[in-house]
């Protein structure tokens, strides 16, 4: 018991100590640059944090890995020597994913001449063998028996890995991968780069007018495919695990450009946990190995639809739902029958109008009056002028607010807007959201020209008084 007032001390130190950090931004994510340092997942990124008082400080740390419990790479800029950097890009190399490509289509073919019944996949090993070489993986989880089916569709055997803060897959559902497939041809497009899409790219090569490559990476797909089906990539800083690879996509996307940059399009599906900034990184690098901005399809959550578009200007939302089949909450069952929590995976697209046409079997019509396809659930409303639903509901207008909110919110007087029956009582205090570096309320600290200055608190400090002020005049007046 003596102990625990110092332990509450100490908590109030570690709360105190992050109320004081206003984020994180992403400084340089390109993996050709000089004097980038290598974690053991290869070249990090140059993040920038930002303090309340003090000025922001650079680090960097793991491109694919969130969680440093998965990646402890930490270091501050200016404390990076060339030293250091040998170092870490040695034991990158040491731990570096080799893939003898030769091997590999060698294990690939045998299995592919030999019987159902010989075929086998060793879940421990990650390997694709026959059943003559079963003592290499004695006491292994293994896989008795791999259809024709299973081999064109790996998905279908491999594991998926499913680690939110590292690497979690999740594959289309089947409706999802009918819908971008059906559309892919009807917009005539006869090459198709998917990252991070390996259920879409197995559903493309079994047609006959699209070629299809994929990156992704989880190099398990290497003893599947082809080096020019499959390269290991990592999609946020542009970095191929094989030295081809990079010349392989490229090779990929220029000869697309030959044929018309019509017949080119890229889908891509993100790890959710992504900074905006760091995916258009990667869709940028993409479009310049392509020579020109491609059509693309990006799938990401619809409440990240403001980053997206800030960060890739060309995009614009769409109504359609994505669903996956080992998605506990972004199942296709729950759009089909009009679950409390649809799935809030939406399509951003740059492809001019009319793009993309919503299926009508799963509920999409076009909105006369919007010019746009909507699901059934997204009503348009005659005060708004629009479809409001962004999250699969149908919205409820207020008369109040003036404008359509989600469903089960309640307007709150001394608010002055509508929020849940049980939200907290304090009303009228609005937070001050401003530039983190000057403290001007008319910029984000992205946009500040003192980004490089030492932060002030002063002018936050007086409009969070001013805005205080006019809470209790509000409340006064009501």
Not at 92 to 105: A, T, V
């Amino acid at each position: 018991h003596d102990a625990l007032p110092i332990y509450y001390i100490f908590l109030q130190k570690m709360t105190s100590k992050l109320s004081c950090r206003y984020g994180v931004d992403a400084v340089s994510v390109d993996s050709e640059e000089l004097g980038v340092p290598y974690c053991p997942h290869g070249p990090t990124i140059l993040f920038e944090r930002f303090y309340s008082g003090q000025k922001s400080r650079t680090f960097y740390a793991c491109a694919v890995h969130r969680d440093k419990k998965y990646c402890p790479f930490f270091y501050w800029a200016d404390e990076v020597t060339e030293e250091k950097q040998i170092r870490w890009k040695a034991e990158f190399e040491s731990k570096r994913p080799h893939l003898n490509r030769m091997q590999l289509l060698r294990s690939l073919e045998a299995a592919k001449e030999s019987a159902f019944s010989v075929r086998r996949y060793c879940h421990t090993c990650e390997r694709l063998f026959v059943k003559s070489d079963a003592d290499e993986h004695e006491g292994h989880c293994v896989k008795e028996g791999v259809f024709d089916k299973e081999l064109s569709h790996p998905t279908s055997i491999l594991t998926p890995l499913d680690n939110r803060k590292s690497q979690a897959q999740y594959y289309f559902s089947t409706s999802t991968v009918k819908f971008l497939v059906s559309e892919l041809r009807r917009l005539s497009f006869s090459r198709v780069l998917c990252v991070g899409v390996p259920r879409l790219h197995e559903a493309l090569l079994h047609t006959d007018d699209i070629t299809s490559m994929l990156l992704d990476i989880d190099h398990r797909y290497a003893q599947f495919y082809s080096q020019e089906c499959y390269q290991c990539a990592n999609m946020f800083n542009g970095f191929f695990y094989e030295e081809e690879g990079s010349q392989t996509c490229q090779s990929f996307l220029q000869s697309s450009a030959k044929e018309g940059t019509s017949t080119l399009a890229l889908v891509i599906d993100p790890p959710f946990g992504a900074l905006a900034t760091v995916l258009a990184h990667g869709v940028r690098k993409l479009w310049t190995m392509a020579g020109k901005e491609l059509p693309t399809i990006l799938v990401f959550p619809y409440f990240m639809e403001s980053h997206i578009t800030l960060a890739l200007p060309s995009f614009k939302m769409l109504d359609y739902q994505v669903t996956y089949d080992n998605h506990q909450h972004f199942k296709a069952h729950m759009q089909k029958h009009g679950g409390s929590k649809p799935s809030p995976v939406r399509v951003f697209t740059n492809l001019p109008s009319p793009g993309l046409v919503l299926p009508k079997e799963e509920g999409y019509s076009l909105c006369s009056i919007c010019k746009r396809f909507v699901s059934s659930y997204n009503k348009h409303c005659s005060k708004c002028n629009c479809c409001p639903s962004k999250d699969g509901r149908t919205y409820v207008h207020c008369n109040k607010c003036s404008t359509c909110v989600k469903p089960g919110l309640v307007h709150c007087v001394k608010c002055g807007t509508c929020k849940p029956p049980d939200h907290e009582p304090s009303c009228g205090e609005s937070e001050v959201v401003g530039c983190h570096v000057c403290g001007d309320l008319d910029h984000k600290r992205r946009d500040c020209p003192n980004k490089d200055t030492k932060l002030t608190t002063k002018k936050r400090k007086r409009a969070s008084l001013e805005t205080k002020a006019t809470s209790k005049k509000k409340k006064a007046t009501h």
